[in-house]
């Protein structure tokens, strides 16, 4: 059953990680080149360089703050239906005990919402103990050094791992199933 959860939440990482990273990138890619081609086309020198990428990477990590929860709505679609290691999470309709074979992000909106709160919860948790552990080892300076897109990526990557643990148990209309 660990290795079930293993193997889902590495496939989970995956797909949100190409997923938000992508979008991302091709957002702030746009926004870039929308901002050079709007003040006017001129000859490409190193200066001009430099500050298109500077706009890039400045967009890179606000894009990827929207792109991640996009992402996340995108990824709770593919954990259902995939035998993995002779177990399947199955979504069931509302008010009976039938399986939904074909899910359609409509069926996702409640469990999504239930799945998002709990990751919430989890990430503010390790944000939490990161931050005392900061305090303690670092003498106060810097504590919040955590608080930036890449480590909230962090937490919500680790986090992700112990929200589908806890799924079955928090979200009714979710089942593990031996296959």
């Known amino acids: 059953m660990s290795k079930f959860y293993l193997f889902i939440w590495l496939k989970w990482v995956v797909r949100v ?19 050079y081609f709007n003040s006017g086309v001129t000859s490409l020198t190193p200066e001009l ?10 967009w890179l990590s606000i894009a990827w703050s929207f792109t991640l929860l996009f992402a996340l709505f995108r990824s709770i679609k593919y954990i259902f239906n995939t035998p993995i290691n002779g177990y399947i999470f199955r979504l069931q309709e ?20 239930k799945w998002f ?16 552990f900061l305090y303690l080892f670092n003498a106060g300076e810097n504590i919040f050094g955590w608080f930036s897109i890449e480590w909230l990526y962090g937490y919500i990557v680790l986090s992700g791992y112990f929200s589908f643990i806890l799924l079955p148990s928090r ?9």
């Open 17 to 35: 990680t190409l997923c938000s990273v992508a979008f991302a990138f091709m957002l702030s890619l746009f926004i870039t080149l929308y901002s």
């Open 49 to 58: 360089y430099s500050a298109l990428w500077s706009i890039f990477k400045f």
């Open 94 to 113: 509302c008010g009976r005990y039938a399986n939904i074979e074909y899910i359609g992000y409509g069926d996702l909106v409640r469990v999504w919402r």
């Open 117 to 132: 709160m709990l990751l919430i919860w989890l990430s503010v948790v390790f944000m939490i103990l990161s931050t005392i």
């Open 171 to 179: 979200c009714k209309r979710v089942k593990v199933v031996k296959c």
